[in-house]
């Protein structure tokens, strides 16, 4: 396009040189409706289609220009056969209202899609095929184009260069040193949660130079060249960590690439005790000093506020102090950033809580998303022009000097439709892509400025779908890895160690370290030996499963619990409400017992007594705040007395059956017992939420009734059958 452009304005004799004009259209970001236009079932009322309408424009007109329609997205069965009266020598569009559009001879139709699996022959033998690989080109001309167009432009306060040539050199040889070798080991033996490419890695690698070799950072133009040669060397391999080393979230595999980068360039001096993710890089150029630190350095101390809700509180790792600021780097550059990560390792909470710092610090505004698998792109793009200011005619954005981040959670839960498109996702291809987006209405672009994508999403998997390239080519990827067992530790050791120091007694403050250390082992044992299978699918652990025993003990008062035993007690009522409550038969669940048991006899034989008929047979453990029904404060308390609790929920049903005309009729066996305990103890939970499993008739609905009732909840019914069908507007 630019070179036949050139060279018309350059008065080349040849004919077929021309000025050209393209315009982008994603057909799978809108429907066929507004596509091609379609007619209203009801009022029998035509609405122009944004391709029928650029077509009907370009035929139009009778100049010599050029004029390039172009479909940038995947092809499919529908869309596309509507189009194959247009690349044939009919060269006419047909509309569904019986309107013929004849393209002149300067318009030409281009697909720009990533594979064909879905074209049909009719298409494929219309068009020219051109196939282009990556091998093609390479990342090497990317990095001499981005050089020039970056560093070789940045210059010092004083107005000297900050690059020469022998800077360059040096660059480029490492570049050619470390970069083939590293994918090489990346694709051949590593594996990532969300695949990237080649380029989009370089893509990153240079986007982390652009915001290292700068002023600010401690590059200055004014130092000695050995200085400056030192420092880029140790800029470099910072950013390859992050950069090339980054996307990877197993343990295994950043020692791999830990072990691969002290190799290439064992002049850069390495911490001996940490890994090369676990340090940043100091620089302190008035003392002309350069080495690198863990960021256990900067890491903050916790302090526990009593009283804090469970959600708010933030324990600071060295893990969530490194992300927090490879995300702060990136997002100050303008760049889109991509979080990815196993579930409950604190994705989204690092971004939100760096974002919510961010608006008066860098002056960032949010725009929260969250993706189901029924989000549609039509809600996306309201949703996001609802939240963004209208500059001027056709352009939106943020206000004055500020800058918009949209971020969006779960990005991959769209559900794929029929043909493996994602309309939400090719919506927001196009936005980062060609800058924004068309109007749904009047058809034309809307452009959108100082907007930034920060997107968050688990691998592919469970609901999840794998997203195009396409897309997520455009992201610097940062792998969240799991937590280490010692960093659990660590964290959940600052929380209930801050929560039993206000106001319990010294015994109990104690055991909380026996506490933490035996839910983690749980946990991994559980991780370990019970893996998802078809009969049991939802055996899915995750470390929000570890929160969630923490978040249970977190619900007594100091008044209740004096005790160590009954402390030890709790402790034993919240893993097995987490983990046994989702075992599903009666050998899982005797393993899980004998788990727990072989735990309080290493750990907790000196607290009580453990006897294995006693605990798990006879006299279950069980904790709830029914027996407090109509007091003004319900204790979170062990209910010791099961014929106390008989007598406060029978009192409750006849209060009800006095006062209404239909009478509840329930029998309140041990079972029922049971699982009215449990599910009460969900909702009293904050965002608790539960999942009721079982046959017809076995009393779901019913204690969900009873305890809304006595809980003074809300209740509302969504009832599905046969008869519901699933609409899905693109």
């Excluded at 070799?213 to 050995?226: N, Q």
């Excluded at 046994?580 to 727990?596: A, H, P, S, T, V």
């Excluded at 907790?604 to 709830?624: A, C, S, T, W």
């Excluded at 204790?635 to 029978?650: H, M």
Aim: aromatic share 10%; hydrophobic share 40%.
């Amino acid at each position: 396009k630019a070179a036949m452009t050139a060279l018309r304005e350059a008065a080349n004799p040849d004919p077929r040189y021309q000025i050209v004009e393209d315009y982008v259209i994603n057909p799978k970001s809108i429907n066929m409706g507004e596509l091609f236009g379609e007619v209203n079932e009801y009022t029998k009322e035509w609405t122009d289609g944004l391709a029928s309408s650029i077509m009907r424009d370009l035929a139009a007109r009778e100049d010599k220009n050029r004029k390039w329609v172009v479909f940038d997205g995947p092809v499919d069965a529908l869309w596309i056969e509507n189009m194959n009266t247009v690349l044939d020598d009919n060269m006419m569009l047909c509309l569904a209202n019986g309107q013929r559009i004849k393209l002149r001879a300067e318009m030409r139709m281009l697909f720009e899609v990533q594979d064909l699996s879905q074209a049909s022959p009719a298409t494929v033998s219309r068009c020219g095929m051109v196939y282009l690989t990556t091998d093609d080109l390479g990342w090497r001309p990317y990095v001499l184009s981005w050089y020039d167009r970056t560093l070789a432009t940045k210059h010092a306060s004083t107005g000297e260069p900050l690059m020469d040539e022998e800077l360059k050199a040096l660059l480029i040889d490492m570049f050619d040193l470390a970069v083939p070798d590293a994918l090489n080991l990346l694709r051949e033996q590593m594996q990532e949660p969300v695949t990237t490419t080649d380029l989009q890695l370089i893509q990153t690698l240079t986007n982390f130079l652009d915001a290292f070799i700068t002023e600010s950072f401690g590059f200055r133009a004014k130092d000695k060249i050995e200085t400056k040669k030192k420092f880029l060397n140790y800029i470099f391999t910072f950013a390859f960590t992050w950069a090339i080393g980054g996307s990877v979230i197993d343990i295994k595999y950043k020692e791999m690439f830990d072990k691969y980068l002290r190799n290439k360039f064992n002049h850069v001096v390495y911490p001996n005790t940490e890994s090369i993710h676990s340090v940043f890089l100091d620089i302190s150029p008035n003392e002309g000093k350069i080495l690198f630190r863990t960021w256990k350095d900067r890491t903050p101390e916790f302090n526990y506020v009593s009283g804090m809700p469970y959600f708010d509180i933030i324990v600071p790792t060295p893990d969530t102090i490194a992300y927090t600021q490879i995300v702060t780097w990136l997002l100050e550059i303008n760049k889109p950033v991509f979080v990815t990560g196993r579930t409950g390792v604190g994705k989204s909470i690092v971004v939100q809580n760096l974002l919510r710092g961010s608006k008066e610090s860098r002056r960032m505004d949010t725009i929260p998303l969250m993706f189901s698998a029924q989000t549609s792109s039509i809600v996306t793009q309201m949703t996001i022009e609802g939240k963004l200011q209208k500059l001027k005619k056709d352009v939106f954005g943020a206000i004055g000097d500020r800058r918009n981040v949209i971020f969006i959670d779960d990005v991959n839960m769209p559900a794929k439709e029929q043909y493996g498109a994602q309309p939400p996702i090719e919506l927001l291809r196009q936005l980062i892509d060609k800058g924004g987006f068309y109007d749904r209405k009047k058809l034309n672009f809307i452009y959108v400025q100082s907007t930034n994508l920060c997107i968050c999403a688990a691998p592919p998997g469970g609901g999840r779908s794998d997203m195009t390239r396409r897309f997520t080519r455009h992201f610097n990827m940062v792998a969240f890895a799991s937590q280490s067992s010692e960093t659990l530790k660590m964290i959940f050791r600052s929380i209930l160690g801050g929560f039993v120091n206000s106001g319990f007694t010294d015994g109990i403050r104690k055991l909380s370290d026996q506490i933490v250390v035996s839910t983690i082992e749980v946990y991994e044992t559980i991780l370990k030996e019970k893996k998802p299978i078809p009969s049991k699918f939802h055996y899915t652990f995750n470390l929000r499963d570890v929160s969630k025993v923490f978040q249970g003990i977190l619900m007594v008062k100091a008044v209740k619990i004096r005790e160590p035993e009954q402390m030890a007690r709790l402790w034993i009522h919240e893993v097995t409400r987490v983990f046994y409550d989702r075992l599903i038969n009666q050998e899982d669940r005797e393993w899980f017992n004998k788990m727990i048991e072989e735990i309080l006899n290493r750990s907790f034989r000196g607290v009580m007594k453990v006897n294995y008929e006693e605990l798990f047979e006879k006299n279950k453990i069980y904790f709830g705040d029914l027996l407090g029904l109509d007091d003004d404060e319900r204790f979170y308390v062990e209910i010791t007395d099961k014929g106390k609790l008989l007598k406060v929920l029978d009192d409750k049903q006849d209060d009800y059956n006095s006062e209404n005309a239909s009478p509840l009729k329930l029998v309140f066996f041990d079972d029922a017992i049971e699982h009215i305990l449990r599910i009460s103890r969900v909702l009293r939970q904050p965002r608790g939420n539960a999942m009721l499993i079982g046959v017809g008739g076995s009393g779901k609905q019913v204690y969900i009734y009873f305890l809304a009732l006595e809980s003074l909840i809300r209740l509302f019914y969504i009832e599905f059958d046969q008869a519901i069908e699933l609409s899905v507007e693109i």
